[in-house]
């Protein structure tokens, strides 16, 4: 059964910086199959891909965070970190981490959309305020 389990949300200013971490049961984060990323959703809309992580280690980003936002595994704790620097008042969401078995390529998509990942973190809520 695999479980991912969302911490690191919280309130901060515009300018500031939050680390998220997603630990992993059920799932490792280095196998060769490992494809993970993390979206991010505010009430009324879609769920919003905000950068993917592929079992080398190649990442791709949502444009909206490219140069803010990266990404990094932590092989022996088995998590996924997502580190937010120069944060905005729109990064303001509810973050997920999500995964799935084997490497993908969506077509028109910086990162693969939602409904290609099978399996969800209960997600942590992130609030920046201006």
């Known amino acids: 059964q695999v479980q991912l389990v969302e911490s690191g949300g919280g309130s901060v200013q515009a300018g500031g910086s939050l680390r998220l971490s997603c630990a992993a049961s059920?799932?490792?984060?280095?196998?060769?199959?490992?494809?993970m990323g993390w979206f991010r959703q505010t009430p009324g809309k879609e769920r919003e891909g905000v950068v993917s992580?592929?079992?080398?280690?190649?990442?791709s980003f949502a444009a909206s965070v490219k140069g803010r936002f990266t990404t990094s595994k932590e092989n022996a704790k088995n998590t996924l970190y997502l580190q937010m620097n120069n944060l905005k008042p729109e990064d303001t969401a509810m973050y997920y981490c999500?995964?799935?078995?084997?490497?993908?390529?969506?077509?028109?998509?910086?990162?693969?959309?939602?409904?290609?990942?099978?399996?969800w973190g209960q997600g942590t809520q992130v609030t920046v305020s201006s």
């Open positions: 059920g799932y490792t984060v280095s196998y060769s199959d490992s494809y």
């Open positions: 999500a995964a799935r078995r084997g490497n993908i390529r969506v077509s028109g998509y910086d990162v693969p959309p939602a409904r290609v990942f099978g399996y």
């Open positions: 992580i592929d079992s080398y280690g190649g990442t």
